[in-house]
Structures are given as C-alpha cells and as structure tokens.
C-alpha cells in the first residue's frame, strides 16, 4: 500500500493568484496523478505525473495552467496558475504501485476556494 | 472511450436496510473493476476490486459486488447497512495500460 500526504489540506486563495501543492508518498510508486473533484462530482483525471519529464495532461487541462513537477519517485506538485473561482475545487494527488495491480491509492485532497 | 455510469445519484437508507449500488461500464474488453468509498471528510479509499476469478467479491466493512460481464455491470451491495457507511461512493474502472474512469458517484445517507 502507499500512504499519500497533500499540503495544504485547504486554502483560501485571491483570483488572478497561483498556489502549488505538494503530494508526498511514503514509498516509491510508479505512477503519480492528479485529479479534480468539482463539488457533487466525479474525479476528472488532469494528468499523469512522469518522474523526470513533462507530464501528461489530458484534454482540457494544458501545461501553462497546472504544471506539474515530479522530481522522483515519492514527490510532485502540482501548481493552479492564475486561478479564478472556476478553480475552486478538491485537487487529488494518487499514486499506483504498478501497472498490473491496477489499484490507486489517493491522497486527503486540498481544498482551494478562490475568491 | 471508457465510461462509466451509477444508477443513483442519492440513495436514503434506514440502518439494517439492504443496499445495492448500481455501476455499469461502457467497455467490452478485459477490465478490472473497483469501489471506492470516501467517508465525510475523508480520502478515497478502496472498500474492493475484481481482476478476474470468481465474479462475486467481498471487500472491506461486508461490502461485496458482483461483475456480470454480459450486462457490463459491477453492483455493489450490503445485507445491512450502518449509519456509520453514510459516504460517497465511486464504481471506476481501468483497461491496462489505459487511466481510471470514474462513475459520477453515488450518495449514500443511512437514518440512525
């Protein structure tokens, strides 16, 4: 298993502002993702963190707004730039041990209301 | 593309009622499928998975689900339910070497 620590757990944040959280796992994992979860809906995958390249953003979300960092194998960040209150929403950070077990272990979420 | 959708958005529940959580996924191929609960409050966490073998799974808390592959399905039920289960849960499912696709969710209240 991966136990998986986000800061800030949550953060009040003025538009126009960018804020970076942090996601740390206690063990090296070989995939590390993050994910939205607007108010009352499902996670939306941004992208997949990549140890030492550019990650991989899926549609609608594009490197100059969440860009992504993962330095090795147990940390990454990932930055909202120049947010607006469309950003506020529940940033997830998850991580999987392998490929082939499939299963994902996630993160407690931070929290950003943009004001 | 993968999808996946949950037959309730809101489920109201009294405590000892019997529950099943409706998930159906829109891919034909080998998948592996799961349930994830996230309490109040609370991070995602795995309450069980199907990789293959016996279609009837049991997972954490007496959650089991059951995958039917001929109606793509992957209910999850429980004879009795707590207050304490009170929680969102998430049917996701994943192609190899392909990402989760996560199901809408379902709200569950239980009444005391």
């Known amino acids: 298993s991966a136990v998986i620590s986000q800061k800030p757990s949550r953060d009040i944040c003025q538009r126009g502002t960018s804020l970076t959280i942090q996601c740390q796992v206690d063990s090296q994992v070989t995939m590390m993702f993050w994910y939205r979860q607007q108010p009352g809906q499902s996670l939306t995958l941004i992208a997949t963190?990549?140890?030492?390249?550019?990650?991989?953003?899926e549609s609608g979300f594009v490197i100059d707004k969440f860009p992504i960092s993962r330095p090795n194998l147990t940390f990454s960040t990932l930055t909202v730039s120049n947010m607006s209150p469309e950003d506020s929403s529940i940033y997830l950070c998850s991580a999987g041990l392998a490929e082939n077990t499939g299963e994902l272990f996630f993160g407690e979420g931070s929290r950003l209301t943009v004001l | 593309a993968q999808s996946v959708s949950q037959h309730n958005h809101h489920v109201i529940l009294s405590e000892a009622a019997s529950l099943e959580l409706g998930c159906n996924y829109s891919y034909g191929g080998t998948v592996n499928l799961f349930w994830y609960v996230q309490y109040p409050g609370q991070h995602l966490q795995l309450l069980l998975k199907y990789f293959s073998g016996d279609p009837l799974v049991k997972g954490i808390k007496g959650f089991e689900a059951e995958f039917i592959k001929s109606k793509f399905s992957f209910n999850l039920r429980k004879p009795s339910v707590q207050w304490s289960d009170t929680a969102e849960y998430f049917c996701?499912?994943?192609?190899?070497?392909?990402?989760?696709?996560f199901g809408p969710g379902t709200r569950l209240s239980v009444l005391p």
């Open positions: 963190a990549n140890q030492g390249s550019e990650a991989t953003y």
């Open positions: 996701a499912v994943k192609n190899y070497g392909q990402n989760f696709v």
